[in-house]
């Protein structure tokens, strides 16, 4: 390894934009807002840039030990940092993906009171998501896991005023932390066998392991529950019931959190373990069911969604099935590929999406939207260069990313193939809906003055126009890359670049590629399919919603309850909250509830009322119950104990 003492500086840049603004943006005009939100993310991505133009494949890793940190007996977890092939490809997409919402939320947030409150925020986001790609540990890894999670909440409750939006927020947050409890065990495990929570050390001393192919041993039990993390995270069956509902927060949340960064955490996670996984066989095939069950179940949903952003959600979770399925046949490679390239078309499909809402008044209903394109035309082109990257059509980079995932399910089993198949044709399908009942045919919504976004704001602009080019720069930028990124795949590069990380600790014996082991014809006949499923999609759409719009509704009503299960999300929402949330929230529905809350929890609080009257009645007015000041209060204790950990790091 060789280190860098500038490693350390890309996420702490965006830390210090978050402190500054979320503790003097409130005095501070929206042109000094802009400023040092733009300046300090701006740096971040141009240092990591900098950084990544000297690296290669061939590089050995960087790292940076900042300042020593926890240590006990002979385990010891310091505030390190590092970068690798896999960690260089993260940090750039957090950071250039980041930089650009950054741009664009000036010209969407503009006109917001807590315009400054959004700015901050979505700094400290960029810090914690930048600390959890470029941990060296697990328990570094940890911070940023937990702290995008609090990001999110302050995001998606951004609107805290709007009942849903705060729902929403508790509601990710809540879910969230039962795939963290997994996680948090498997830390556990590790540090109690191996006695180390640092990468290199780590997957150093779990190399020698023998594939538990016998069973279920220890290795596997680490992989189900880091697993479970990875659901919470990522959206996966059973624990992505929060991220449609994330939806509340502004649009240039859903793209930064929801599309391009947080929410690939968890295929990251499981990416940076391969060494785990592949000594743990079961473990790795739980990856690949629960990420192929997840593929299809999503995407069936948002065939029957009408409002723009919630088609977007599930499409999201169908494609971050996609990622772990890729990465349960062992194609680690292939699913961190189509995680950059998926950062590019469906943060331009949500940027773009934000676009249309911002320029109807804030309607997301699509049946209230349509002819569009001629009131649009630049955001009509770039979502429609999002919509054929996402269904796969070439030479966009949706299709280099999908099909090498399609390939590699294939040379595992046929079913994860045949799955993904009909995944790929259904997600063509609906996004080429949402295409043409949002930009095709004539207008059917109410005058952009008569509507009110989705926190009461009226933008009394008239008819439906095209947003501002600070808004409109970014979307460019992304269709750009939406229509060339998927080129680093040609001749293999991308997974070439990436063999430092993959190959180097495999386990042997793992099955070859396709394109590898001679199958170079049935390499190309696979890829046929998938784009022949692609474009039947396309079709299927413009029969239905272009050629003859009145079908769809006769075949809705054909199919009855079966349509109203899909357009109501199979009721999933309303079977945990009576399973889970009810009986849980409400304590008069069980006994045993209404006794331990009232006997015990309430008791002991009560109790002890009259020792803690003292203390809390002088660190009061720390808490003040407003979102406002508690991310300013994070983001300062953060840059305090940054600050303290060089100062011992420039003791030691």
């Excluded at 479970?228 to 959206?235: D, E, I, N, R, T």
């Excluded at 890729?326 to 499909?349: D, E």
Aim: proline letters at 4%.
């Amino acid at each position: 390894m060789t280190p860098n003492p500038y490693l350390w500086l890309i996420p702490l840049l965006p830390l210090a934009g978050a402190a500054i603004n979320g503790f003097f943006g409130r005095r501070s005009s929206k042109k000094a807002i802009s400023a040092i939100a733009l300046t300090f993310c701006g740096g971040a991505f141009l240092l990591a840039l900098w950084i990544a133009i000297g690296f290669s494949s061939a590089s050995a890793p960087y790292y940076f030990d900042l300042a020593h940190w926890l240590r006990s007996g002979d385990f010891h977890a310091d505030f390190s940092f590092y970068l690798d092939q896999l960690s260089l490809v993260m940090m750039l997409v957090v950071t250039g993906v980041g930089f650009l919402i950054h741009i664009y939320s000036v010209g969407y947030m503009w006109d917001d009171d807590g315009y400054y409150r959004f700015m901050a925020y979505l700094n400290l986001f960029m810090f914690f998501m930048l600390t959890l790609v470029l941990a060296k540990n697990y328990l570094m890894m940890f911070i940023g896991w937990e702290g995008v999670g609090l990001a999110s909440y302050l995001l998606i409750g951004f609107w805290f005023t709007k009942d849903s939006a705060a729902a929403a927020g508790k509601k990710a947050f809540i879910v969230n932390r039962i795939g963290d409890f997994g996680f948090l065990i498997a830390l556990f495990l590790m540090i109690q066998h191996f006695g180390t929570l640092d990468f290199p050390a780590l997957f150093a001393r779990i190399q020698p392991i023998t594939p538990e192919t016998a069973g279920a041993g220890l290795l596997t039990a680490i992989g189900l529950l880091l697993m479970v993390g990875a659901c919470g995270k990522s959206a996966q069956i059973p624990l992505y019931v929060w991220l449609p509902d994330a939806m509340e927060g502004p649009t240039p949340v859903s793209a930064l959190i929801h599309a391009a960064t947080m929410v690939t955490a968890g295929v990251y996670m499981v990416a940076r373990s391969h060494v785990i996984f592949e000594r743990a066989p079961t473990a790795l095939t739980v990856v690949a069911i629960i990420g192929t069950l997840t593929a299809i179940f999503a995407a069936t949903i948002g065939i029957a969604q009408t409002d723009i952003k919630k088609v977007l959600a599930y499409s999201t979770v169908s494609q971050l099935g996609y990622m772990f399925m890729a990465c349960g046949v062992g194609a680690f490679s292939a699913g961190i590929f189509h995680l950059m390239t998926h950062a590019f078309f469906k943060g331009l499909l949500f940027l773009a999406a934000g676009s249309v809402i911002h320029g109807i008044g804030g309607e997301q209903d699509m049946r209230k939207m349509g002819g569009l394109r001629l009131y649009m035309p630049w955001t009509f082109s770039v979502m429609g260069i999002a919509t054929l990257a996402i269904a796969g059509i070439p030479p966009l980079a949706g299709f280099w990313s999908k099909d090498e995932i399609l390939a590699q399910a294939f040379n595992t089993s046929w079913v994860y193939w045949l799955i993904g198949v009909v995944t790929a044709f259904i997600t063509s399908f609906y996004m080429f809906r949402l295409m043409y009942m949002t930009f095709g045919g004539d207008y059917r919504g109410a005058p952009a003055h008569d509507a009110h976004d989705s926190h009461g704001h009226g933008h009394g602009h008239g008819e439906p126009h095209e947003s501002a080019w600070i808004m409109l720069g970014p979307l460019v930028v992304l269709a750009i890359l939406s229509v060339f990124g998927g080129f680093v795949g040609w001749g293999n590069h991308f997974e070439h670049f990436l063999d430092p990380v993959f190959k180097a600790a495999a386990e042997p014996g793992v099955q070859e590629p396709i394109r590898e082991a001679g199958g170079k014809a049935l390499e190309y006949i696979l890829m046929g399919i998938s784009v022949s499923v692609a474009a039947l999609g396309w079709l299927l759409a413009h029969l239905l919603y272009s050629s003859r719009p009145q079908l769809p509704a006769r075949i809705a009503d054909s199919l009855g309850g079966l349509y109203k299960a899909v357009a109501n999300k199979y009721y999933v929402d309303e079977l945990y909250a009576l399973l889970f949330v009810k009986p849980l929230v409400d304590g008069s529905t069980t006994i045993l509830w209404h006794g331990v809350d009232q006997g015990v929890i309430d008791a002991a609080v009560n109790d002890s009322a009259d020792a803690a009257r003292h203390v809390s009645d002088e660190v009061r007015h720390m808490q003040s119950g407003n979102l406002r000041s508690y991310a300013g209060w994070v983001a300062a204790g953060g840059a305090l104990v940054i600050a303290y950990m060089v100062w011992m790091g420039v003791r030691g």
